[in-house]
């Protein structure tokens, strides 16, 4: 990827210290030393991460910072920070940043300038008068451009989930996506080049009406923000069938390259416990429908779920379930270890039910279980196997 690199010294505060800037056509990366501390902005100026003492930082567009790293024992370790320590690493992160651009003089480069903490707020709160909450995201579309087409969650009662109880399922239509795809575009400015995809927010979005979804479509295309990699978007497998297999070619056909679906388990006993609807069957039924339509498809897994209890049940169902479906390279099978979330009615139904929740390394045990029970639909061709942690969100 071209790039232009500038180099400067930097001794104001201590020891000279070189840095080096690489401007390219969607961050800007500096670099102080040979190796670290490392720093990414996009194009309008916002840190995306930084890397410095063996720990890396992952700041989100409503103004939090995730850090990550790794343990004595080798594990990940993630916090947030607490506004104090948020404010102190930016602000020194920027103090660095705004130096060297003045040093380097390059107006690509003025846009690391005058990011001072009540800019950061400030931009924060743009960002969440354009969206509602960004709950979740799949790992692999983390640097999507999310259009919330829709609100909230159409089911919105499953016991593990509680991503959506804050807000109703509504649909929204061309006139209201027209503008918050305006909206959208003005608070990312030229940051929208970092953007890879676009994911059509938010949970099960395509359960709408096909009339519907054809009115976002036109409304996207007129926008003229279609991007690269084309069109991606959760749905319950429950849902597909609501579409015919004509309907699924024909998003397929206007950008639709990959929908996300939660299996969760392949065990219909759990997903009764869940307050899932539907069984193991409708979301191998849902691939087949999905698959034969030129749709991509990413199977979430939940790992730990259902505790001990259910523990034998899930890595056989789940087994059992994902080797049915016709997967193959360019789909994903993402395993997502459980998360008891404070605020979900899992972790009450799991205590009166007594059930022991899993450790971490009996979780880890049952994904590899799962994986290596496996049998995938075209083995020379396998879809891609990931961890997907919640934890570790950022948008």
């Not at 920027?94 to 950061?120: N, T």
């Not at 790992?139 to 499953?158: F, I, K, W």
């Not at 036109?218 to 609501?242: H, N």
Request: proline content about 7%; glycine content about 8%; overall charge positive.
């Amino acid at each position: 990827m071209p790039h232009d690199i500038f180099k400067c010294i930097l001794s104001e505060l201590g020891p000279a210290r070189p840095v080096t800037v690489r401007i390219r056509p969607q961050v800007i990366n500096l670099l102080v030393g040979d190796e670290a501390p490392s720093y990414s902005f996009d194009r309008a100026g916002r840190l995306i991460g930084a890397f410095v003492s063996g720990r890396n930082y992952r700041r989100g567009l409503d103004n939090r910072v995730l850090e990550k790293w790794s343990g004595p024992d080798g594990l990940r370790q993630r916090r947030w920070l607490d506004a104090g320590a948020a404010q102190t690493l930016l602000i020194g992160i920027y103090d660095l940043a705004g130096r060297a651009a003045a040093q380097i003089d390059d107006p690509r480069l003025a846009v690391l300038r005058g990011w001072d903490w009540p800019a950061l707020q400030a931009d924060a709160d743009r960002f969440a008068q354009v969206y509602r909450p960004v709950s979740i995201l799949p790992p692999d579309q983390y640097l999507a451009l999310v259009v919330q087409a829709t609100e909230g969650c159409s089911y919105n009662r499953c016991t593990f989930c509680d991503f959506y109880r804050d807000r109703p399922f509504r649909v929204k239509g061309p006139a209201e996506l027209w503008a918050h795809i305006e909206a959208v575009r003005a608070f990312f400015g030229p940051a929208i080049a970092l953007r890879k995809s676009l994911f059509l927010a938010d949970a099960n979005a395509l359960v709408a009406p096909m009339p519907r979804i054809r009115g976002w479509l036109d409304v996207i295309d007129a926008a003229r923000l279609l991007p690269r990699a084309g069109i991606y978007s959760f749905i319950d497998a429950f849902d597909v069938g609501r579409k015919t297999p004509a309907d699924w070619a024909e998003l397929a056909a206007r950008g639709v390259r990959r929908v996300y679906s939660g299996m969760e388990t392949g065990d219909d006993a759990l997903l009764r416990f869940l307050r899932k609807p539907g069984s193991a069957s409708d979301a191998v039924d849902a691939v087949v429908r999905l698959k034969g339509a030129g749709v991509a498809v990413s199977v979430i897994v939940m790992t730990g779920i259902g505790g001990d209890r259910f523990a034998a049940a899930h890595v056989y169902g789940t087994i059992r379930a994902l080797s049915e479906m016709p997967l193959v390279a360019g789909d994903i099978v993402y395993f997502s270890p459980f998360v008891n979330r404070p605020s979900s009615e899992y972790g009450r139904l799991a205590i009166e039910a007594g059930i022991r929740p899993l450790s971490a390394a009996e979780i880890a045990d049952q994904e590899a279980a799962i994986r290596a029970g496996l049998r995938f639909h075209d083995p020379a061709h396998p879809p891609q196997c990931a961890r997907y942690d919640i934890r570790e969100f950022v948008y």
